[in-house]
T-cell receptor
Framework: SQQGEEDPQALSIQEGENATMNCSYKTSINNLQWYRQNSGRGLVHLILIRSNEREKHSGRLRVTLDTSKKSSSLLITASRAADTASYFCATHKTDTGNQFYFGTGTSLTVIP | SAVISQKPSRDICQRGTSLTIQCQVDSQVTMMFWYRQQPGQSLTLIATANQGSEATYESGFVIDKFPISRPNLTFSTLTVSNMSPEDSSIYLC?????????????FGPGTRLTVL
């Protein structure tokens, strides 16, 4: 399977703390993306990092990418209760078509 | 971004029956995808819906079980045929090729299917 692995599977933190999620993948990629899914809803795109980038910021989100280790991390700073959701990484490659592969997901709970 | 709607939002079906799920986008898109998400699991790509040609299926998914139509650039359907309880999942459509470029997918709200 080309699906990525995420850890931890579940994470519970207090409001105001930082949350870090990790994603590992198996193949070469064009870019890696992070999505959020609130319970029972569709996925929302959060941020994209290209294979030639090492770090990217968007608001309270910070994403890193290490292509040599085939891994990425998502950091959410100063977490809020509204950040409670499942977070998925997705790798994107285009050399054999336009293919997206989603990781196993991290379930984040932010306790008010 | 795009507004993507799915119908039905949920359904409970009997074993052996079929259900057709509709995905409507408010703008023309080149690429549409269908995913399955089993309870508590990640997303698995079923197929890419191609306008004007047959869908491209991923390993483990076949046209007889999951026929897909894509009559135009704003609409697609996925049928789950001859259902069994193992087909109970959330089915999601997504699109790519909008203002965010080919890299970004936008998802519909999903269809929650329960097969008894």
């Amino acid at each position: 399977s080309q699906q990525g692995e995420e850890d931890p599977q579940a994470l519970s933190i207090q409001e105001g703390e930082n949350a870090t999620m990790n994603c590992s993948y198996k193949t070469s990629i064009n870019n890696l993306q992070w999505y959020r899914q609130n319970s029972g809803r569709g996925l929302v795109h959060l941020i994209l990092i290209r294979s030639n980038e090492r770090e990217k910021h968007s608001g309270r989100l910070r994403v890193t990418l290490d292509t040599s280790k085939k891994s990425s991390s998502l950091l959410i700073t100063a977490s809020r209760a509204a950040d409670t959701a499942s977070y998925f990484c997705a790798t994107h490659k285009t050399d054999t078509g336009n293919q997206f592969y989603f990781g196993t997901g991290t379930s984040l709970t932010v306790i008010p | 971004s795009a507004v993507i709607s799915q119908k039905p939002s949920r359904d409970i079906c009997q074993r052996g029956t079929s259900l057709t799920i509709q995905c409507q986008v408010d703008s023309q898109v080149t690429m549409m995808f269908w995913y399955r998400q089993q309870p508590g699991q990640s997303l698995t790509l079923i197929a890419t819906a191609n306008q004007g040609s047959e869908a491209t299926y991923e390993s483990g998914f076949v046209i007889d079980k999951f026929p897909i139509s894509r009559p135009n650039l704003t609409f697609s359907t996925l049928t789950v045929s001859n259902m069994s309880p193992e087909d109970s999942s959330i089915y999601l459509c997504s699109v790519a090729g909008l203002a965010g470029g080919w890299d970004t997918q936008y998802f519909g709200p999903g269809t929650r299917l329960t097969v008894l």
